[in-house]
C-alpha cells in the first residue's frame, strides 16, 4: 500500500450531504452469501480480483455471455437478459456509458442474479438499479457482488497491515483522515466503486458511523482523483471504455435463430430487442423475411402444379 499524507490532502475539500440507505440483512443470509462469494472465487483466495470478474465468471458459467449497450437512462447500470428461445443461455448487459469500475461491480452483481434467480428471469428481463436498493434480493445481490471482489480475509489482512504501518494497535483509534486514505487505496487495489468500499468496512465492523463517510463521500472521491500516484489506475477505473471483455455480438443471432425456428414469435423478439436498445433496423430484416419466406414458398408450390400437371 502506497503511503498518503492525508492529514494535507484532506483539508483541501469538503462537502457535506450524501444520503445513501440500505437496510441490514439477516445474520443467516449474509452467512450464506459469504460462502457462496468464497465457493466462486476459489481462484482468487483472498487475491484483488477486478476487471478478471469478467474471465471468472464466463469460466465458471459458460452460458453468459457479456454485450455493452449504451442505455439512455442513467440509472441503468445492468440487467440480467434470458433469450425467450428456451436456451439456457443468458446475458449480462452492462450501461457502456458507465464507468469501468461500475461495470465490474455490475458484472459481479448480475453474476448473482444468474446463480439465484436464473428461473424468474426466464420470465423477464431485469434492469438493476444501485440508487434503489429497497428490495431484498438487490441489497443480497450487492451484498455478494462486495463479498465476491473484496472479501472479508483480504479485508481483515489488509487493515491489519495497515495498522502496522502506522503502527497503530487497534483500528478504533483510526481517524477520520487515516480511515478515509485507506477506502482511497483499497478503491484501487480492488478495482470496486469507493461507496461499496466504504459499506465493506462497515458490514465487517471496522468503522462505526458509516453516516460520516457516506456524508463525506464527494469529498473522499475528489480525493482520489486527485492523487497522482494513483492518476493511470483512476484514470482507467473511471473511464467507460472496457477492454477486459470481448462483447460476443451474438445477441442478434440468438434472436435470429429463435425467431425462425418458432421458439419466439415476431412480437417478442422486437420487444426484447427494444429492452436492449438493439439496432431495431438489424432486428427489423431477419423478422421481415417471414413475409419473403411464404412467398417464396407459394412460387415452390406453383412450380410443383406446373410440373405435375406437364406429367399428366
Given at each position: 500500500?502506497?503511503?498518503?499524507?492525508?492529514?494535507?490532502?484532506?483539508e483541501q475539500?469538503y462537502?457535506?450531504e450524501?444520503?445513501?440507505?440500505?437496510?441490514?440483512?439477516?445474520?443467516?443470509?449474509?452467512?450464506?452469501?459469504?460462502?457462496?462469494?468464497?465457493?466462486?472465487?476459489?481462484?482468487?483466495?483472498?487475491?484483488?480480483?477486478?476487471t478478471?470478474?469478467?474471465?471468472?465468471?464466463q469460466?465458471?458459467?459458460?452460458?453468459?455471455?457479456?454485450?455493452?449497450?449504451s442505455f439512455?437512462?442513467e440509472?441503468?447500470?445492468g440487467?440480467?437478459y434470458?433469450?425467450?428461445?428456451?436456451?439456457?443461455r443468458?446475458y449480462?448487459?452492462?450501461?457502456?456509458?458507465?464507468?469501468?469500475?461500475?461495470?465490474?461491480?455490475t458484472?459481479?452483481?448480475?453474476?448473482?442474479?444468474?446463480?439465484?434467480?436464473?428461473?424468474v428471469?426466464?420470465?423477464?428481463?431485469?434492469?438493476?438499479?444501485?440508487?434503489?436498493?429497497?428490495d431484498?434480493n438487490e441489497?443480497?445481490?450487492?451484498?455478494?457482488?462486495a463479498?465476491?471482489l473484496?472479501p472479508?480475509?483480504?479485508?481483515k489482512?489488509?487493515?491489519?497491515?495497515?495498522?502496522?504501518?502506522?503502527?497503530?494497535k487497534?483500528v478504533k483509534?483510526?481517524?477520520?483522515?487515516?480511515?478515509a486514505?485507506f477506502?482511497?487505496?483499497?478503491?484501487v487495489?480492488?478495482?470496486m466503486?469507493?461507496?461499496?468500499?466504504?459499506?465493506?468496512?462497515?458490514?465487517?465492523k471496522?468503522?462505526?458511523?458509516?453516516?460520516?463517510?457516506?456524508e463525506?463521500?464527494d469529498?473522499?472521491?475528489?480525493?482520489?482523483?486527485?492523487?497522482?500516484?494513483?492518476?493511470?489506475?483512476?484514470?482507467?477505473?473511471?473511464?467507460?471504455?472496457?477492454?477486459?471483455?470481448?462483447?460476443?455480438?451474438?445477441?442478434?443471432?440468438?434472436?435470429e435463430k429463435?425467431?425462425?425456428t418458432?421458439?419466439?414469435?415476431?412480437?417478442?423478439i422486437?420487444?426484447d430487442?427494444?429492452i436492449?436498445?438493439?439496432?431495431?433496423?438489424?432486428?427489423n430484416d431477419?423478422?421481415?423475411?417471414e413475409?419473403?419466406?411464404?412467398?417464396?414458398?407459394?412460387?415452390?408450390e406453383?412450380?410443383?402444379?406446373?410440373?405435375?400437371?406437364?406429367?399428366?
Open positions: 500500500m502506497t503511503s498518503i499524507d492525508n492529514n494535507e490532502i484532506f475539500y462537502q457535506t450524501y444520503d445513501f440507505n440500505t437496510a441490514s440483512l439477516t445474520l443467516n443470509e449474509i452467512a450464506e452469501i459469504k460462502r457462496l462469494a468464497r465457493e466462486k472465487r476459489v481462484d482468487y483466495a483472498s487475491a484483488p480480483m477486478g478478471g470478474v469478467f474471465n471468472l465468471i469460466r465458471q458459467s459458460q452460458e453468459i455471455r457479456f454485450e455493452l449497450v439512455e437512462s440509472k441503468i447500470d440487467m440480467l434470458i433469450p425467450t428461445s428456451g436456451q439456457e443468458a449480462i448487459i452492462l450501461n457502456s456509458n458507465k464507468p469501468l469500475v461500475n461495470q465490474v461491480f458484472a459481479a452483481h448480475e453474476f448473482y442474479h444468474y446463480i439465484k434467480d436464473y428461473q428471469f426466464k420470465e423477464r428481463p431485469y434492469i438493476c438499479d444501485f440508487s434503489i436498493l429497497k431484498v441489497k443480497k445481490a450487492c451484498r455478494f457482488a463479498e465476491l473484496f472479508e480475509e483480504a479485508l489482512r489488509d487493515i491489519n497491515d495497515y495498522c502496522r504501518r502506522l503502527n497503530i487497534e483509534t483510526l481517524d477520520f483522515a487515516q480511515i486514505s477506502i482511497i487505496v483499497m478503491t487495489k480492488y478495482q466503486p469507493l461507496k461499496a468500499v466504504i459499506y465493506r468496512l462497515a458490514e465487517e471496522y468503522i462505526g458511523n458509516v453516516k460520516e463517510y457516506i463525506n463521500y469529498f473522499i472521491k475528489k480525493v482520489l482523483q486527485e492523487i497522482k500516484i494513483f492518476d493511470k489506475q483512476v484514470s482507467e477505473l473511471y473511464s467507460t471504455d472496457n477492454n477486459f471483455i470481448i462483447p460476443y455480438s451474438m445477441t442478434y443471432q440468438d434472436m429463435a425467431f425462425s418458432g421458439n419466439a414469435s415476431k412480437e417478442e422486437l420487444r430487442a427494444e436492449l436498445s438493439l439496432d431495431m433496423n438489424i432486428v431477419f423478422v421481415s423475411r413475409d419473403e419466406v411464404s412467398d417464396d414458398e407459394m412460387d415452390d406453383e412450380l410443383f402444379s406446373i410440373i405435375n400437371a406437364k406429367r399428366g
